[in-house]
């Protein structure tokens, strides 16, 4: 598998991971399922040329996910109030 498609499957899977982790309830449930991913994060990374800036580049993305989803999450949830 080439480079390119390793990372955007590798973004896709981790990127749907941060998702789920962020519509979970409670703050320690969505802490242990991100504390997951950000583990997933570091095993991928060490597929990749330089392991440390892929590590540093996933979790960048999967951060900005989990954020995303996240603020769709509170303003979904404050809409239904």
Known sequence: MSATNRLDL???ELGEMAT???LL???AERL???TAVFAECGERANAYYCP???AGDLVRWVAMDF???R???R???FANA
């Open 32 to 34: 242990q399922a991100l």
């Open 10 to 12: 590798d973004l896709t």
């Open 71 to 73: 603020k769709s999450a």
């Open 67 to 69: 954020q995303i989803s």
């Open 52 to 54: 440390d800036m892929a």
């Open 75 to 77: 303003e979904m949830e």
């Open 25 to 27: 309830k409670t703050p």
């Open 20 to 22: 789920n982790a962020a």
